[in-house]
């Protein structure tokens, strides 16, 4: 049994339905892949507290455990590990999201969303996105 990682992702709605896509920066695997604004949930932190912090760190956007709406979740199995990853839906943050770890950041309707390539625990969440919105 492999080890299981669990990370929190958000997707982030703006006004005009779009959702906020991160793409991972040169140096860290599967980079060049788009993927939904998150990260690894620290012992004792909740996912939720997890991506309030994580999208502090790396957005500089702030907002709250009652904006975060349990969406769906991915479960994928990678050669090393098992990624658990709650996905959120939060239309609701103070300030503007900027990329603070070098990565590009892009707004994209859902229908758009299966023209960007995505790690393959990311893959399976677009049509659940697209549907909901």
Partial sequence: MSKIILVSAVALI?????????????????AGLWEFPGGKVEPGESPEVALI?????????DTWESCLAPLTFASHAYESFHLLMPLFACRKWQGTPQSKEGQALKWVHARDLKSYPMPPA???????????L
């Fill in 53 to 61: 912090r994580e999208l502090q760190e790396e957005l500089g956007i």
């Fill in 122 to 132: 990311d893959v399976p969440l677009i049509p659940i996105l697209r549907d909901w």
């Fill in 14 to 30: 703006d006004t005009d339905g779009r959702i906020l896509l991160a793409q991972r920066p040169e140096g860290k695997s599967m």
